[in-house]
C-alpha cells in the first residue's frame, strides 16, 4: 500500500461513518433545520468520497449545487415559514412505522448483499483511462460525444422545470 | 522519506505564511477603508494608534476579544456558535488555490493547484451564506432572520452570476486551474503595450465578476443582509465579543479573497514586468498592488453609493448581470469557434466593449416613466 | 502559442447530429418553446389560438413521423433507437395528446367564467408529449431517465394547475410518490450501470447474454428498475398514487395522464425488459407475472366499491395496466407479445380518454361545485343521464362496453390478441387469472350504464344547467368513439401496423 493509498484509506474511515450518522440524524431527528443541515454535511462526505475516487469537478459540483445552493433554499423556506421547532409527524395507520421500518430494513440487507456479492469480485475499472487528460477535460469531453443526446435532453428538462416553478409560483388572480 | 517530511514543513511554512500574510492584509483593509473613507468624508480617520492609525484595527481587535459574549436566551446554543465559524473557514480555504506569485525557486507560489481550480474558490463562496444564514437562524430574534433570508435570496442570486462570469474565463483559458488561466494570460503584449489579460477580452464578464463579488460579498451599495437603518445590524445583530469579531473578519476576509480571484482571472495575477533583481518578489509585489486595487474598489463604491432597494437588487441579478454574462458566454463560444481574419482578442475586445455599454447604460438613473411605473400601487415587488 | 487558440487546438470528434431521426420530437419542443413565448409576450391570446398553435405543433410531428416511418436505425450513438416501438408510440402518443388538446382547450369554466387553468397548461402538454416520446424511443438508460423526468415535471405541474384543493392535494401526492419512485429508478439504472458497464441498452442486452457474468449485482438493478417502472405504469403494489391523483387533478389532465403515460411507460417497460433484458427473463419473468395477477385482481376488486366515476376509472386503468403487464411478461419471449401490448395501448388510450371526456361533459351540468372537494364526478351525477343528454350516455356506454372488452368494440380485440400471446407463451394461468378479473370489471363498468340508463335523474331537472357550448370537447368525444368503435370493427389494419413493431433495436 503506497502512503496516498494510506492517506485515501485514512479520510474515507473518517468520512464513511460520518456519512451515515448524518443521513441517519437526518432522517431522526425533529427539527427541520438540523436535519437540513445534517444532510448538507452528509453531502460534504459525498463531496469528500468523489475526491477520494479522483471526480474532482463532480465533488466541487457537488458543493457548489447541492450544498451552495438547493440546501440554502430549503433553510430559505423554512425560515421563511418560520418551521424551525419540532415537527411531528401523526402515525395515520396503525402499524405503519414498524412496517415501513421493516420494508426499509429488508430493501438495504438486499442492496447490500447484492453489491457486496457484486462488487468485490467485480474488476475495477482503470480510473486513469477514464480521467486520461484531466477530471474536468474526460467530463467534457464525454458530454460532448457520447452523451451529447442526454445532455441536450436535460436542457429541455430544465426549461420545464423552470416553466413548471413559474406556474405553480405565479399569484393567482 | 525525508522528501515527504520536507514536503509537508515547505506546506505548512506556506499555509502559516498565507494565513499571517492574510490577516495583515485584513488589518491594513480595515485602516484603510476608515481612512479613505474618512478622507472622503473630510474627516480624519483613526490616527493615533501607531503611525497614522495603522494599528487602530489591531486595538479594536483586542478589544473585541476581551468583551463578554452575550447570547440570547432565544439563540440555538450549538448553531449560534458555530455560525461565525462557518463563515471564517471558507474564507480561508478560498484564498487556498490562489497563486500569489510565480515561484521561489522550484517550490510554485500557491498552496495547491487544484485541478478544478476556481470552481473550489466557487463552491467555498457558496458555503459562506451558510454562516450568515444560521447567525441570523440561530439568533431567535427577528431582524436577523430577516437579515439571512435576505442574504440567501440575495447570494443565491448573484452566485450565478458570479460561476457564468468565470465561465468566458474558462472558455478562453481551456482550463479551471488557476495556475493556468494566469499562464493563459501571459505572453507579448498586443500593439506592445496591452497586457494580455482577461480584463481586455472578457471586459462584460469582468464587471459582472466585480459587481457580483461586491453583492457576494455583502458590501455597500448590496449590504442589505446587514442593512443598519432596517434591520439594526442584520444578520449580526445579536452578536458580540469574539464572535462578532469573527464576522467582521470573515467580511474583510471576502474581500480579499474576491479581490485575488478578480486579480487571477482578469488582470493576469503575479503578472507584470519584472526587473532581473529579486526575481521571486516582483510578480508578489504585483500581486499585492492589483488586489490593493481592487480593495480600493470596494472601499470607494461604499464611500459612494447609496444601498439598493431590495427588489432592484433582485432584478438587477437577475435581469441584467445574468443575461449580460449568459450573452457574453455565447459571444466567446462564437469567436472561439468561427474563423475569422481579424485576431481573436480584437474582436473579443470590441464587442465587449459595445456590450459593457450596453451593460452600464441600466445603471443610469431610470427614466420618468419607469420611475412611475415602480411607483405604482401594485407594480412592484415588495 | 496564441492563448486564445489554446481552445480550438484539439477539436473534438462531435457525434454525427442525425437530425431526421429525432425529427417528430424537434417538432415538439419547438412548438412547445413558440407556445411559451406566446404565452409570455401575447398574455390575452385566447385559448382557442394557443389550442390551435398546440394541434399545428401536433400535426406537423405527426408529418415528421409519417415521413420517418420507414427509418429503423439507432441514432446518437445508441441513445436513441428508431424501431416499431418508437413509431407506433409516437403515432399514438400524438393522437392522445390532440384530444387531451382539445379537452383542455374546453376547460371546465361555463359561459362568462374565467378559465380556472392558467395558459401555459398548452406548453407544458406539449412537453409532457415531447418527454412521452422520447421515452419510448430511448435506448440509453440515461435518456430514459431524462425523459421521464420531463414528462412527470411536466405532468405534476399540469396536475397543480388549478387552486382546487384537491388538485393541490393530487399534485403534491404525485410528485411525493413520483419522486420517491424516480430514486428507485435512478437506483436500479445505477446498478445495472455498475454491473454491465453501460447505460446503452444494446451493450446491456450483450451484457446480460453472456452466461457467464456474475449477475447479483445485475439482479439487484433490474429488480429497482421494475419498481421504477412499476410505480410509473401504476400497477400493484405502487398503485397507492393513482386514485387520489386521478380524482383530484382537472379531467382533461387527469384523461391525459391515464392513456398517454401508459403509452409511454409501457413502451419503455417493453424496450427494457423484453428487449435489453431479454436474455434474463427466466429471472423478472416471475416477478412481472406476480405484479400482473395482483394489479388485474386488486384494481378490479377495489373499482366495484368505487362511487366516484373517477376514481372507479383510475382503478380500472389500474386493472387495465395488469393486462398489459400480462403482455410484457410473455412479449420477452413471444414476439407478439410486444405488438399485442402496443395494439392495446392505442385501443385503450381512445377509450380510457373517451370515458374521461363524458366526466368533463357530465361535470358541466350541474351546479358549479364545491372549490374543495373537486369536480362532479360522482356516481349520483350520472343518474338519469341517458334521458336527460342521450348522446352523452350513447357514448359512455360505448367506452364502457369497450372497457369491459365486450365484441365488436375495440377493447375485446386489445384483450384477445394480449392473451392470445400470454398463452403462446406458456402463461395460460395468467391469462385465466386475467379473465376472471375481467368478469369482475364487467360489474362495476355495467353499473354505470344502469345508473345512466335505468335510474331516474335525482332532484329537480330544472336545477340543472347547461353544458355551454362545447365544440372542442364535442369534437373529441366524437373523434374517441368513431376510433373505438371503428378499431372494434376492423383490428386487422392496426395489429398488422403492430406486428412491424415486433422488433426491438435495444
Redesign the interface.
Known amino acids: 500500500m503506497t502512503s496516498s493509498e494510506q492517506a485515501e484509506l485514512i479520510v474515507f474511515i473518517i468520512l464513511a461513518p460520518l456519512a451515515v450518522v448524518t443521513a441517519l440524524g437526518m432522517v431522526l431527528t425533529r427539527n427541520a433545520v438540523y436535519s437540513a443541515l445534517l444532510l448538507v454535511v452528509n453531502f460534504f462526505c459525498l463531496a469528500g468520497f468523489y475526491v477520494l475516487l479522483e471526480a474532482q469537478f463532480v465533488a466541487a459540483v457537488q458543493v457548489i449545487v447541492y450544498a451552495g445552493a438547493i440546501m440554502v433554499l430549503f433553510l430559505f423556506v423554512l425560515m421563511l415559514l418560520g418551521i424551525g421547532n419540532e415537527v411531528v409527524v401523526k402515525e395515520q395507520m396503525r402499524g405503519q412505522r414498524p412496517a415501513a421500518v421493516l420494508l426499509a430494513l429488508g430493501l438495504l440487507v ?2 447490500v ?3 457486496a ?3 468485490f ?2 474488476e475495477p ?1 482503470s480510473l486513469a483511462a477514464a480521467n486520461e487528460g484531466g477530471n474536468v477535460e474526460a467530463i467534457g ?1 464525454i458530454l ?7 445532455f441536450e ?2 436542457g ?2 430544465l ?3 423552470a ?2 416553478a ?3 409560483g ?1 399569484r ?2 | 522519506m525525508t522528501g515527504t517530511v520536507w514536503d509537508i514543513f515547505i506546506l505548512l511554512v506556506k499555509v502559516v505564511g498565507v494565513f499571517a500574510a492574510l490577516m495583515v492584509t485584513v488589518l491594513l483593509t480595515i485602516w484603510l477603508e476608515r481612512r479613505i473613507v474618512a478622507f472622503m468624508q473630510t474627516r480624519v480617520g483613526p490616527n493615533r494608534v501607531g503611525p497614522f492609525g495603522v494599528l487602530q484595527t489591531l486595538a479594536d481587535g483586542i478589544k473585541l476579544f476581551f468583551k463578554e459574549d452575550v447570547r440570547p436566551s432565544n439563540a440555538d446554543k450549538l448553531l449560534y456558535g458555530v455560525a461565525p465559524v462557518i463563515m471564517m473557514i471558507p474564507a480561508f480555504l478560498a484564498f487556498s488555490v490562489i497563486p500569489f506569485g510565480f515561484a521561489f525557486g522550484s517550490e510554485r507560489a500557491q498552496l495547491a493547484d487544484l485541478n478544478v481550480g476556481l470552481l473550489f474558490v466557487l463552491a467555498m463562496g457558496s458555503l459562506q451564506v451558510y454562516g450568515i444564514v444560521l447567525a441570523g437562524w440561530a439568533s431567535g430574534s427577528n431582524y436577523p432572520l430577516l437579515g439571512a433570508v435576505r442574504s440567501s435570496a440575495q447570494m443565491i442570486s448573484y452566485e450565478i452570476a458570479q460561476g457564468l462570469s468565470l465561465v468566458g474565463v474558462f ?4 482550463t479551471l486551474s488557476a495556475a493556468g488561466i494566469v499562464a ?4 507579448d503584449p498586443l500593439l506592445g503595450f496591452i497586457p ?1 489579460w482577461y480584463v481586455i ?1 472578457q471586459f462584460p464578464l469582468f464587471l459582472v465578476f466585480l459587481l457580483s463579488g461586491i453583492a457576494e460579498t455583502n458590501r455597500a451599495p448590496f449590504d442589505l443582509p446587514e442593512a443598519e437603518s432596517e434591520l439594526v445590524g442584520g444578520y449580526h445583530t445579536e452578536y458580540s465579543g469574539v464572535k462578532f469579531a469573527l464576522f467582521f473578519l470573515a467580511e474583510y476576509l471576502n474581500i480579499v479573497t474576491v479581490s485575488a480571484v478578480a486579480t487571477t482571472a482578469f488582470l493576469g495575477g503575479p503578472d507584470g514586468p519584472a526587473p532581473d533583481f529579486l526575481p521571486w518578489l516582483w510578480p508578489i509585489l504585483w500581486f499585492a498592488a492589483k488586489v490593493f486595487f481592487f480593495i480600493f474598489i470596494f472601499i470607494w463604491l461604499r464611500a459612494t453609493l447609496p444601498r439598493l432597494r431590495f427588489d432592484r437588487l433582485m432584478d438587477f441579478g437577475w435581469k441584467v448581470l445574468i443575461p449580460v454574462a449568459l450573452a457574453w458566454v455565447a459571444v466567446t463560444a462564437v469567436v ?2 468561427v474563423d475569422v481574419n481579424l485576431p ?2 480584437v474582436l ?1 475586445g470590441a464587442i465587449g466593449v459595445l456590450l459593457a455599454l450596453l451593460l452600464l447604460s441600466f445603471l443610469l438613473p431610470s427614466s420618468d416613466k419607469e420611475k412611475a411605473d415602480r411607483t405604482a400601487p401594485g407594480g412592484s415587488t415588495p | 502559442m ?7 487546438t484539439q477539436p ?4 454525427e ?1 442525425d437530425w431526421r431521426a429525432i425529427a417528430p420530437e424537434l417538432a415538439l ?1 419547438v412548438a412547445g ?1 413558440v407556445l ?1 413565448l406566446v404565452v409570455a409576450f401575447w398574455p390575452r391570446a385566447g385559448r382557442g389560438v394557443l389550442a390551435g398553435l398546440t394541434l399545428a405543433g401536433l400535426a406537423a410531428a405527426a408529418a415528421l413521423t409519417v415521413w420517418n416511418w420507414d427509418l429503423e436505425r439507432v441514432a ?2 445508441g ?2 433507437s428508431l424501431d416499431g416501438i418508437t413509431r407506433y408510440a409516437r403515432a399514438v402518443l400524438l393522437a392522445v395528446g390532440a384530444l387531451a388538446t382539445l379537452m383542455v382547450a374546453q376547460g371546465d369554466s361555463r359561459e362568462g367564467e ?1 378559465d380556472d387553468s ?1 395558459p ?2 398548452f ?2 402538454l406539449l ?1 409532457a408529449l ?2 412521452m416520446v ?1 421515452l419510448a424511443a430511448a435506448s ?1 438508460l ?2 430514459v431517465f ?2 421521464l ?2 414528462l412527470s ?2 405532468l ?2 399540469m396536475a ?2 388549478t ?1 382546487r384543493l384537491a388538485a393541490q392535494e393530487a399534485a403534491m401526492k404525485y410528485f411525493l410518490l413520483g419522486a420517491f419512485s424516480s430514486a428507485f429508478l435512478l ?1 436500479g439504472i445505477a ?1 445495472c450501470y ?2 454491465t ?1 453501460s447505460t446503452n441498452l444494446l451493450e446491456i442486452a450483450d451484457a446480460t447474454g453472456d452466461p457467464t457474468a ?1 449477475g ?5 438493478g433490474v ?1 429497482l428498475l421494475a419498481v421504477g417502472f412499476l410505480f410509473k405504469v401504476s400497477a400493484v403494489p405502487f398503485h397507492m398514487w393513482t386514485p387520489d391523483v386521478y380524482q383530484g387533478t382537472p379531467t382533461p389532465v387527469a384523461a391525459f395522464m391515464a392513456a398517454a403515460t401508459k403509452v409511454a411507460g409501457f413502451a419503455v417497460f417493453l424496450r427494457v425488459f423484453a428487449g435489453a433484458l431479454g436474455g434474463l427473463v427466466v429471472s423478472w419473468r416471475p416477478v412481472i407475472a406476480g405484479a400482473a395477477v395482483l394489479t388485474m385482481l386488486v384494481g378490479a376488486a377495489l373499482a366495484v366499491v368505487q362511487t366516484d366515476l373517477k376514481r372507479m376509472l383510475a382503478y380500472s386503468s389500474i386493472s387495465h395496466a395488469g393486462y398489459l403487464l400480462v403482455g410484457v411478461a410473455a412479449a420477452a419471449t413471444v414476439p407478439a407479445g410486444v405488438s399485442a401490448s402496443m395494439f392495446y395501448l392505442l385501443t385503450y388510450a381512445f377509450m380510457v380518454m373517451g370515458a374521461f371526456m363524458v366526466v368533463q361533459y357530465v361535470s358541466r351540468l350541474g351546479p358549479p361545485d364545491d372549490d374543495a372537494i373537486g369536480e362532479r364526478s360522482s356516481l349520483e351525477d350520472y343518474r338519469g343521464l341517458a334521458r336527460r343528454h342521450p348522446w352523452a350516455a350513447g357514448l359512455l356506454a360505448v367506452f364502457m362496453l369497450a372497457l369491459t372488452g365486450i365484441p365488436p368494440l375495440s377493447g375485446f380485440w386489445a384483450k384477445y390478441y394480449v392473451f392470445l400471446a400470454g398463452i403462446e407463451a406458456g402463461l395460460t394461468w395468467l391469462v385465466v387469472v386475467a379473465v376472471i378479473s375481467s368478469v369482475i370489471s364487467a360489474f362495476f363498468y355495467l353499473r354505470v350504464l344502469v345508473v345512466a340508463y335505468l335510474q331516474e335523474p335525482v332532484g329537480d331537472p330544472g336545477a340543472e344547467t347547461a353544458p355551454g357550448r362545447t365544440p372542442a370537447l364535442g369534437v373529441a368525444l366524437g373523434l374517441a368513439g368513431l376510433l373505438t368503435v371503428a378499431i372494434g370493427l376492423a383490428p386487422e389494419a392496426l395489429i398488422a401496423a403492430a406486428r412491424s413493431a415486433e422488433r426491438i433495436l435495444g
Open positions: 438486499a442492496i448483499g447484492a453489491l456479492a457484486g462488487v469480485d467485480a475499472a469531453r460532448f460525444t457520447r452523451y451529447t443526446f442526454a435532453t436535460a429541455i428538462l426549461v420545464v422545470a416553466v413548471g413559474l406556474v405553480l405565479k393567482q388572480p | 472558455m478562453t483559458a481551456g493563459a494570460q501571459q505572453g494580455r477580452f472561439l469557434v481573436r482578442p473579443l | 496564441h492563448p486564445l487558440a489554446q481552445a480550438t473534438l470528434p462531435l457525434p447530429v419542443a418553446v411559451l446518437f450513438e441513445a436513441v374565467p392558467p401555459e397548461v406548453p407544458l412537453f415531447l418527454g422520447l440509453d440515461l435518456v431524462i425523459a423526468e420531463i415535471l411536466s405534476y405541474v397543480g394547475e387552486r437506483y446498478l455498475g454491473a458497464g456474475d447479483t449485482l445485475l439482479l439487484a429488480g
